[in-house]
Nanobody, 126 residues
Framework: VQLQASGGGLVQAGGSLTISCAAS????????MGWFRQAPGKEREFVAA????????????YYAGSVKGRFTISRDNAKSTCYLQMNNLKPEDTAVYYC????????????????WGQGTLVTVSS
């Protein structure tokens, strides 16, 4: 599975930004996906994840406490793309955001990526 993140940029505090992750490879549209981020001088941390529940069931989402209520993860399986909509951005959200996929994820906090894409930089100015 190849993951290509895009959409990062510079935004003012309180603003919004949506980043995208395009997946490619065999059966890619069936995999749960998620986002991690790494701020300068800090460890990489989990941001959000979404399951792949199939055509007849709603997907489940899970968020880190620091972004819950401000960020929304979604997916468009027809486009093989995962999105992270980020609202009310704060300077502490500044980081490189990494797109990931986890073939076994079923929801909740135990999200363990099998594949990583390159990052996209999000910078929030105060």
């Amino acid at each position: 599975v190849q993951l290509q993140a895009s959409g990062g940029g510079l935004v003012q505090a309180g603003g919004s930004l949506t980043i995208s992750c395009a997946a490619s490879g065999r059966t890619h549209s069936l995999y749960p996906m998620g986002w991690f981020r790494q701020a300068p001088g800090k460890e990489r941390e989990f941001v959000a994840a979404i399951t792949w529940a199939g055509e007849e069931s709603p997907d489940k989402t899970y968020y880190a406490g620091s972004v819950k209520g401000r960020f929304t993860i979604s997916r468009d399986n027809a486009k093989s793309t995962c999105y992270l909509q980020m609202n009310n951005l704060k300077p502490e959200d500044t980081a490189v955001y990494y797109c990931t996929a986890d073939r076994n994820y079923r929801g909740g906090r135990h999200y363990t990526p099998d594949w990583w894409g390159q990052g996209t930089l999000v910078t929030v100015s105060s």
